[in-house]
């Protein structure tokens, strides 16, 4: 059976526009400029978001994210948040933290700097508490901040770029 030549030119071109070229890589290109979340991640605003329910301390939570080519969540906006709020319960490690310098606090999203903040006011976060809280979660019901010992157990949610094919990999 003979397919006609507009099918055929359509597979070479979708399959030049994929550009996945080897195990392992990310998507290249993307066909009608859909970008995609392979499953179980879930796509919002350009970017792909998964749920570590095991509790785990802040340190082994970034490792989960990178084995996974993530980043841990450093939320960008109070939409950003709204979002998140709704993949896991009220505690949730983020990227943010002061271990380098008491005080200074780093929130990254992968290399880029984020500029947010949404420490919990009534509580006067962060206010380092316990004398050794470096690191963030998100503790109530809109997301706001509180800092906590780094070593303490709670869920994450890993961020990472959208691809096009599922079994494309981040």
Known sequence: MMLPKRLIFGLISLHLMIGCTGFNEMCKASVGRRW?????WIEWGGKCYTSIM??????EAKDECTKIGSVLVAPRSQ????????????EFWINCNDIVEEGTWKCQDGTDEVGFRNWDPVNS???????????????????EWNDM?????????CKAATSLRQDCTF
């Open 79 to 90: 939409e950003e948040t709204d979002f998140l709020m709704q993949l896991l319960p009220p």
């Open 54 to 59: 095991e509790h785990l301390s802040w340190s």
């Open 125 to 143: 976060e962060p206010n380092n508490a316990r004398g050794n809280e470096n690191c963030a979660v998100t503790t109530s019901a809109v997301g």
């Open 149 to 157: 010992p780094c070593d303490w157990q709670r869920a994450a949610i």
């Open 36 to 40: 995609a979340c392979p499953p179980p």
